[in-house]
């Protein structure tokens, strides 16, 4: 798994490095404006980009956000095309610019379920910014923590099974090499956006010592001022791990 050694030079060293965002609210910010929730959709896409860019001001070097869940499959069959199609276009339309801005994009979740034009932009989009050394950012589509950790351990059984690995090794550092996130360090702060106080399956074995932030505000309004003023709160934050400091 990827080591924690803190790499940033800008001014905020007790900011998070990796922060994660379940962006949430889009359907009822769209239905507040009397506009169907694709309306919300391709809203909160276009936030996303701002938030990107503020990233290397901020101090944060990885970013991953929650695009789709294994659960939303169970939204109307309407609703789940639109945002399929919205991914597509997202893709197609912004990776030029992510090469530009020098974002390495990276996708976790559970592939074989999606479009096979939808995983080739995927692939395409992973290769394409393969070299970028600036902001990570981590794209969450049909990704459930439960999903993950499941198929994580069908794939370390496997190598138990084969001989590969031995059952006497297998620790709580063995697991984590076979998530999604194998090359990313954990996140050190959680956002939820739209007032809902839950995680929602999302990095469930990775945040175990994450901060969380539950904010009432909705993803599309989501700007760059209220990023900022969570990441000063997490910088006054004591993180302990679990020590007592004296």
Not at 37 to 66: K, Q, S
Not at 167 to 188: R, S
Request: proline share 4%.
């Amino acid at each position: 798994m990827a080591g924690k050694r803190d790499t940033r030079t800008n001014d905020a060293p007790n900011g998070p490095r990796h922060v994660a965002i379940i962006m949430d609210g889009n359907g009822r910010w769209a239905q507040a404006r009397g506009r169907p929730r694709l309306f919300g959709h391709h809203a909160g896409a276009r936030r996303v980009r701002e938030i990107v860019t503020a990233c290397p001001d901020l101090g944060v070097e990885y970013l991953t956000i929650f695009a789709f869940s294994t659960e939303n499959w169970k939204r109307t069959q309407t609703e789940v095309a639109g945002l399929m199609s919205l991914f597509r276009r997202y893709i197609m339309k912004e990776m030029q610019d992510f090469v530009k801005e020098n974002v390495r994009v990276r996708f976790i979740g559970d592939r074989p379920r999606l479009d096979a034009k939808l995983r080739a932009l995927m692939d395409e989009a992973e290769q394409m910014t393969s070299h970028c050394t600036g902001t990570n950012l981590t794209i969450a589509l049909n990704y459930g923590g439960r999903d993950e950790v499941s198929r994580a351990t069908r794939r370390l059984a496997e190598d138990v099974a084969s001989g590969r690995l031995k059952p006497q090794d297998v620790d709580e550092e063995t697991l984590p090499k076979y998530l999604d996130t194998y090359v990313l360090p954990d996140p050190d702060l959680v956002i939820r956006t739209s007032g809902e106080a839950r995680i929602s399956n999302f990095l469930l074995w990775q945040s175990a010592y994450a901060e969380y932030e539950f904010i009432d505000t909705l993803w599309p309004d989501f700007t760059k001022d209220v990023f900022t003023e969570l990441l000063k709160g997490y910088g006054a934050r004591d993180r302990r791990f679990g020590a007592v400091l004296a």
